[in-house]
């Protein structure tokens, strides 16, 4: 019933040849309310200009019988015209899979790579997965009983958005098309390739080999290593940046109920603090953070104290109060198969650490007091911890049923390992020594394990090579035949 829908849905658009399609997935509305779909001329010359789902093109206009090409719609100065050609002769799909979990496919970030995908004769599919968009996602769940809202959440993990872009592969009338996971997007196409490899023609994976075989906690050990890196580098590079982290954090400390109000109602804490690390993986990170860290030890020293763009700046800078998905999902994406738990393996990983001491109870106290100072403290990377919790104000009320995930023990399996090792679809990945979220070493081990793959290893990128280097990316995995 799911697929017919679907396909009745898309009927009336179906034969025209799409350059860049934008769909919003949304499991839980009406069908007639998914689906907005951009045709291939598109004047002026942005190729990935968003449409309403919830206001699609006509179908009457769609289905001229006397012309070969037309004008479909017009909003503003915005000229959308189609072709309508035969199943033969329409280009192959191209799914853009973006990172996550819980992020939005806003194909408005991505013109390089929309125009080269266009030049190598793809269309190309945008998607909004499940939970995302224009669906309800987390504000669904406050119509969930409470013993219920932990299975509702594991309804947004890879395998069931494998599911649904499946369905909808089936409603496009091809009979395979091609994946492009970046990030998260990567973890989403291996399962796709485990389970459907029969619907695709090729898949390619940019900072997305996600850590077949691998327990959370050996993804976090690996994590934390890179990270630990990265904190030697900034401090070397910004040696006075030791100190000054130091008195803002017995400042922090020292302050009613250890942590600086934000203007949406947060709170900086140590540990809020300490995650702004998370942009030492960008290459502009270093200096973005270090003068991020001197402006708030300057402004808190202050009469007037934080001021309001400067919280605004800490709200936006790691975007779970948009996300929630992510802070909540986050360690679930690496539960594969039964008897997998994560029961906060970043927070337990890192309390084995010295330089991640301030995850331990007890140092905000000893810090206000000026004590466990002496010795360096670093900051984390992409680590989901309880406390977040309390202090981003989306995340609150969320605690309870992220700790049900946490010791959740029963999950799905996500992958298949025998299957992906006999895989004879192509797949095309490029991996990153400098990557802070995806391990290389990791990334090298699993790639070893999936048949029919060639690797590429550009030097010098990071995490979001394929926004930041787009055409040299892609012009070496398409290169690759």
């Not at 799409?18 to 010359?45: F, M, R, V």
């Not at 909003?75 to 072709?83: D, S, Y």
Request: glycine share 8%; with cysteine; net charge positive.
């Amino acid at each position: 019933m799911y697929i017919k829908r679907l396909q009745e849905a898309l009927a009336p658009w179906n034969e025209i040849t799409t350059s860049a399609i934008e769909l919003a997935l949304n499991s839980w509305k009406k069908t007639q309310d998914l689906l907005g779909l951009l045709p291939s001329q598109i004047k002026p010359d942005n190729p990935t200009t968003k449409m309403n789902a919830n206001s699609p093109i006509p179908p009457a206009e769609m289905h001229p019988s006397d012309v070969e090409e037309i004008s479909t719609c017009q909003r503003g100065k915005l000229v959308l015209t189609g072709e309508i050609r035969s199943k033969e002769e329409r280009a192959p799909i191209l799914v853009y899979l973006v990172g996550g979990p819980g992020s939005e496919n806003e194909a408005d970030r991505m013109g390089r790579f929309t125009q080269n995908a266009l030049n190598a004769r793809y269309r190309v599919l945008f998607l909004n997965y499940r939970g995302t968009g224009t669906s309800e996602g987390m504000a669904g769940l406050k119509r969930v009983p409470s013993n219920m809202k932990a299975k509702y959440l594991e309804l947004f993990r890879q395998d069931l958005i494998v599911q649904d872009l499946e369905a909808i592969r089936q409603c496009f009338d091809v009979d395979k098309w091609t994946l492009w996971g970046q990030s998260f997007g990567g973890w989403i196409a291996l399962t796709y390739l485990s389970f459907y490899p029969e619907s695709l023609k090729k898949v390619y994976l940019t900072g997305g080999m996600a850590p077949i075989g691998k327990s959370p906690d050996e993804v976090y050990q690996a994590t934390y290593n890179k990270v630990r890196g990265y904190n030697l580098r900034y401090f070397e590079a910004y040696p006075r940046d030791e100190l000054v982290l130091r008195c803002l954090i017995s400042e922090i400390c020292s302050t009613r109920g250890g942590c600086v109000r934000l203007p949406n109602g947060g709170r900086l804490t140590v540990g809020r603090l300490m995650g702004l690390g998370r942009v030492l993986g960008s290459k502009d990170g270093p200096s973005k953070l270090h003068d991020m860290l001197h402006r708030i030890h300057r402004e808190i020293q202050s009469p007037n104290g934080l001021s309001r763009a400067t919280g605004e700046e800490i709200e936006n800078w790691i975007k779970y109060d948009t996300r929630p998905l992510y802070a909540v999902l986050h360690e679930a994406i690496y539960c594969d198969g039964r008897g997998i738990v994560s029961n906060w393996a970043a927070d337990r990983i890192g309390r084995r650490q010295l330089e991640y001491r301030w995850l331990e109870p007890g140092f905000v106290k000893q810090a206000a007091n000026g004590q466990n100072l002496d010795s360096p403290l670093y900051f984390s990377g992409e680590m989901v911890h309880p406390f977040l919790f309390n202090d981003y104000c989306r995340l609150r009320g969320l605690g309870q049923v992220a700790e049900e995930l946490a010791k959740k023990s029963d999950w799905g399996p996500l992958y298949n390992q025998r299957q992906l090792k006999a895989n004879t679809v192509p797949v095309r990945a490029a991996i990153y020594e400098f990557d802070m979220f995806v391990d290389y070493e990791i990334s090298r081990e699993v790639a070893d394990n999936i048949g029919n793959i060639k690797v590429i290893t550009p030097r010098g990128v990071y995490h979001d090579a394929i926004r930041e280097h787009t055409d040299n990316i892609m012009a070496a995995l398409f290169s690759l035949k």
